[in-house]
Nanobody
Framework: VQLQASGGGVVQAGGSLRLSCAAS????????MGWFRQAPGKEREFVAG????????LYTDSVKGRFTISRDNAKNTVHLQMNSLKFEDTAVYYC???????????????WGQGTLVTVSS
């Protein structure tokens, strides 16, 4: 599975962005998907995950109620809708594919290249 993340940009605090991750390969629908982020000088952290069929989602506490992960297996895409963005959401966002939607990086085998989200205060 090859992953291509897009949709990052600069947005004011309180604004919204929608990240997309396009996947190639016939096994996309068999994989759970996750979004992680990495801010400068910090470790990569889990943001959200979704099961292979979209029936189960998981979020880190800091984004609950603001971010929504979704997927379209017919289009081999996964999205992260980010609302009410805060300065501390600034990071490079990565999409990843793995067997289960878990909050650990080691649970994902395939990674996209990342897209930068900058939230101005």
């Amino acid at each position: 599975v090859q992953l291509q993340a897009s949709g990052g940009g600069v947005v004011q605090a309180g604004g919204s962005l929608r990240l997309s991750c396009a996947a190639s390969g016939r096994t996309f629908s068999n994989n759970a998907m996750g979004w992680f982020r990495q801010a400068p000088g910090k470790e990569r952290e889990f943001v959200a995950g979704i099961s292979w069929n979209g029936g189960s989602t998981l979020y880190t506490d800091s984004v609950k109620g603001r971010f929504t992960i979704s997927r379209d297996n017919a289009k081999n895409t996964v999205h992260l809708q980010m609302n009410s963005l805060k300065f501390e959401d600034t990071a490079v966002y990565y999409c990843a594919a793995g067997l289960r939607a878990v909050p650990q990086t080691y649970g994902y085998r395939y990674w996209g290249q990342g897209t930068l989200v900058t939230v101005s205060s």
